[in-house]
């Protein structure tokens, strides 16, 4: 029987359903109970953050960054092009405005040189994206923010464990999001994280997020009821998913490293195709730790990638390609702008290949992955 090797494969540590046992068993399963509170602590220890809610997506924690910094009808806000829906929805649900901008070949985020010149009397925030766990140049980021006091979101989705000049992506900015959907390193099926770097936006977050009341600080002891204070949503999970959340994050370091491995594995094999001029291969900056959250290459501009993705899929090979890049898109031109031609994006998105990689891929499989695509490259070269 021919093999079929997915593209991503879910991770599980073995402690999930123990974990979630237990919150059955504290009789409490909406938010905000033992696991809550313990998967909260554990990442602000992990990341160094002081305040951490956990969110029920990274989508939904992007939401909530927007209404933190009041992103009101008209204001722009700065962010790449290619990235997920959510990054840009987040703002265009607060009437914002997202202005798009190209990224940068090497690392695929977001190309710091051309933020200055985005800026206008509207901008309110910068939205930076790591891309595949890699920061962005978050320096020049910053600096650029607080010459024109501008706030910064880090959507550090992929970004998990990551880091930049040893700080945790999600830290760096004013407001950090995580994701814990099936699709990244550290997962409970559907859930994020909302990391809050300033003081003076700790309850403002903490009434967003609970429907627009201080019920969180009602938990907490420190008020004797609580009541309506603004206006909000409800983003948080219950506690059977924030239970089966810990016995992932526990294991983060190792979850990453184990992909760390098979991201070195491809990076190691491939470098001989991105010498004979047919593949990129992905750079990560000295001042960058990633967390293997995609193994990407980019196919030569003379070869036609969805013709080997299609050739790839006849040896039971999953590769597959990644954003549609949102300024092409329908919605992305009705609510976004766009200031020139975004090349890289498009080149990007037109020749882009992300190989599987999850954990349990052995050396032997990556070798049939490595060893189909290079032949089919030469083939079709
Ligand atoms: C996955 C992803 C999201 C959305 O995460 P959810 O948890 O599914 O809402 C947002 N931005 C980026 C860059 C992502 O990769």
Known sequence: MKQKIPFNKIYLTGNEISYIKKALKNDHLSGDGFFT??????????????????????TAALEMSALILNIKEGDEVIMPSF??????NAICLRGGIPVFVDIRKDTLNIDETLIEKSIT??????????????????DVVMKIARKYKLSVIEDAAQAYGAKYKNKSLGTIGDLGC???????NIICGEGGALLINKPKFYLAAEIYREKGTDRTKFLRGEINKYSWKNIGSSYLPGETTAAFLLAQIEKATWINNQRLKIWDYYHKKLFKLEK???????????VCIHNAHIYYILVSKKLDRNLILRELKSFGINAVFH????DSSFAGKAYGKTLGVLNNTKETASHIIRLPIWIGLNK??????IDHLESILKINS
């Not at 313990?38 to 997506?57: A, D, E, M, R, Y």
């Not at 009397?121 to 978050?138: S, W």
């Open 364 to 369: 032997k499989t990556q070798d049939f992955i």
């Open 121 to 138: 009397k509207k901008t309110k925030a910068i939205v930076v994206v790591h891309y595949a766990g890699v920061a962005c140049e978050m």
């Open 83 to 88: 990235t997920f829906t959510s990054t840009a």
């Open 323 to 326: 954003y549609i890049p949102l």
């Open 37 to 58: 509170e313990k998967t909260q602590k554990t990442i602000q220890n992990f990341t160094g953050c002081p305040k951490v809610l956990l969110t029920h997506s990274c």
């Open 276 to 286: 004979d001029g047919l593949i990129t291969r992905p750079f990560v900056p000295d």
């Open 178 to 184: 995580f994701s814990f959907h099936e699709s990244k």
